[in-house]
């Protein structure tokens, strides 16, 4: 996920994707911070967004272990 971070500016950035595709600026922030799981459909709606496959935003995933229910 693209970070943009808490300034102003930041702030500016997160709200300007998230009208752009339709979702609510709360929630792309957390994604940002990692405090959401984002469904197929948004990601799709995040790549079309910022003009890029929804692959280029899964870069990176295949060293990240799944959490086990329970834990």
Request: hydrophobic share 40%; with cysteine; aromatic share 2%.
């Amino acid at each position: 996920m693209v970070r943009t971070g808490g300034s102003p500016r930041g702030r500016a950035l997160t709200e300007t994707l998230a009208a752009k595709c339709g979702l609510h600026r709360n929630y792309v922030g957390a994604l940002e911070r990692g405090e959401r799981n984002v469904a197929l459909l948004n990601i799709c709606r995040l790549a079309q967004a910022l003009n890029c496959q929804p692959a280029d935003l899964l870069g990176g995933v295949e060293g990240v272990e799944a959490k086990t229910l329970g834990e």
